[in-house]
C-alpha cells in the first residue's frame, strides 16, 4: 500500500512539473524580476513603521535605519542566490492554468506542500512570492514569540520587502517587462522612474495597522488584485504611444546605470509627464496600501504571538555584526536607484539597468 501511494504520488509530481514546464514554454521566458525601486522600498518600510500600534513602534522605530538598509537586501542576494528571484513574483497566468488542469485550487495548497513537488526551474517558472509570505509569517511569529529582536527586526524587513512586491502589477504576470506586447522597459517605467515623479508631492499619511484573522487570504487577495491591474499599467503606456509620434518618445540619449550604458532609449520628459498623469494616482495609492499591509502582517504577528512585550533596542543590543553586515552590503554594490538628480531623464538612466528585468535562467 505504502509502494502504491509513494509510486502515486511521485507520478502526480512528474504530471505536475510537465504542466508548470508546458505552461512556461506556452508564456514565454518567466521574469526574475527587481521590486519597487530602493527608494520605494525604504518608503514603504518607514511608513510601515509609523502605521503600527504603540505596543509595536518603540522597537520597530529603534532600528529605522537598520529596517530600511535591511528591506533592500532581498533584491541584492538576486545577484548571488539563485534561488531568490522567485520569491519575488508570481506568474497568474501559469498558476490558473495549473489549477484548471488539477480541477482545484493551487494557490490554496500549504507551503510544505507545494515546495517539494517544484524543482528550480518549476519555481521560475511559476514564482514562488505568496508561499515564501507564509513560511516567513511562520518565522515572525515565532521569533515574536521567544522575544529574540534580531530574528524579528530581519524577519520583519523580509516581509516588508516581499509583500511590498506583491502590489507591483509587473510582478504577477508572465509580461511582466511589457515584452509580450512590444512594451520592453515597462517595469522600470512604472515602478522606479514614474514614482520618482509623483511620490514627493504625495501625502503618504501612514494608515493604521489592522489584525488579519487570515494573512493567506489577505496575500492572495494582494496578487490578485495587483493582476486585475496589469492591463491599466500596459494600456496607460499604449495610450502614450499613439498620443505623442515616435520621434517625441525618447531623448537622443541612452540609459545608464552606475555609469553602464544600458543601451535602452531614455523617455523624454513629455512621454514619462503623460504617463505620470495616468498612472501616479495607482502608483502613490499601491505604495501606501503597500505600507498598511506590511503593517497589518506585522502586527498580526504579533497578535498570534500572544502579544509579547517588544522594547526598543541599542545597536549594541544586537549580536556583533548584526547592523555592521547590511551596512557593508549596502555599500559594497551601487545602489540602483543612484543619487537623487536634478530631472528625471538623469533618474531615469540610473535606475534603467537592473529594473528591465531580464528572464531567469530556465
Known amino acids: 500500500m505504502i509502494n502504491k ?3 502515486a504520488y511521485r507520478t502526480g509530481q512528474v504530471v505536475f512539473r510537465i504542466m508548470v514546464i508546458g505552461l512556461g514554454l506556452l508564456f514565454g521566458q518567466v521574469q526574475q524580476a527587481a521590486g519597487w525601486g530602493f527608494g520605494c522600498h525604504q518608503q514603504v518600510t518607514e511608513l510601515a513603521i509609523y502605521s503600527l500600534p504603540k505596543e509595536l513602534l518603540p522597537l520597530y522605530r529603534s532600528q529605522l535605519d537598520y529596517l530600511k538598509l535591511a528591506c533592500l537586501q532581498p533584491d541584492k542576494r538576486r545577484y548571488v542566490n539563485p534561488a531568490e528571484g522567485p520569491r519575488h513574483y508570481l506568474t497568474t497566468e501559469i498558476l ?36 515564501h509570505l507564509m513560511s516567513l509569517k511562520q518565522q515572525l511569529t515565532a521569533a515574536m514569540a521567544s522575544r529574540k529582536p534580531a530574528d524579528i527586526l530581519y524577519l520583519s524587513a523580509e516581509v516588508a ?22 512594451q520592453a522597459g515597462i517595469h522600470g517605467l512604472w515602478e522606479t522612474i514614474i514614482p520618482r515623479l509623483v511620490l514627493p508631492p504625495a501625502n503618504l499619511m501612514p494608515t493604521k495597522a489592522q489584525y488579519q ?12 488584485q495587483s493582476y486585475q491591474e496589469v492591463d491599466t499599467v500596459l494600456r496607460a503606456e499604449q495610450w502614450v504611444r499613439r498620443y505623442l509620434p515616435p520621434e517625441l518618445w525618447y531623448t537622443a540619449t541612452t540609459g545608464q546605470s552606475a555609469g ?6 531614455t523617455y523624454s520628459d513629455r512621454f514619462l509627464g503623460l504617463y505620470a498623469d495616468r498612472i ?20 498580526t504577528c504579533w497578535v498570534d504571538a500572544g502579544q509579547p512585550r517588544l522594547i526598543p533596542v541599542r545597536e549594541g543590543d544586537l549580536p556583533p555584526g548584526f547592523v555592521d553586515e547590511v551596512r557593508a552590503n549596502t555599500t559594497q554594490q551601487p545602489n540602483r536607484d543612484g543619487a537623487e538628480a536634478s530631472t528625471a531623464n538623469t533618474d531615469q538612466n540610473k535606475a534603467a539597468s537592473d529594473h528591465d528585468c531580464g528572464p531567469c535562467c530556465h
Open 5 to 7: 501511494l509513494g509510486s
Open 96 to 131: 490558473d492554468r495549473v489549477s484548471e488542469q488539477q480541477n482545484r485550487p493551487f494557490w490554496a495548497q500549504p507551503y510544505d506542500s507545494v515546495m517539494p513537488r517544484l524543482g528550480m526551474a518549476d519555481r521560475h517558472r511559476l514564482g514562488m512570492l505568496p508561499w
Open 280 to 299: 501616479g494616482p495607482m502608483v502613490v495609492r499601491k505604495l501606501r496600501l503597500s505600507a498598511w499591509s506590511v503593517a497589518s502582517f506585522w502586527y
Open 213 to 224: 484573522d487570515a494573512l493567506q487570504p489577505m496575500i492572495w487577495q494582494t496578487i490578485r
Open 260 to 265: 553602464i550604458k544600458t543601451g535602452r532609449p
Open 161 to 182: 520587502h516581499y509583500l511590498a512586491d506583491a502590489h507591483v502589477p509587473l510582478h504577477t504576470t508572465a509580461n511582466y517587462n511589457g515584452q509580450l506586447t512590444n
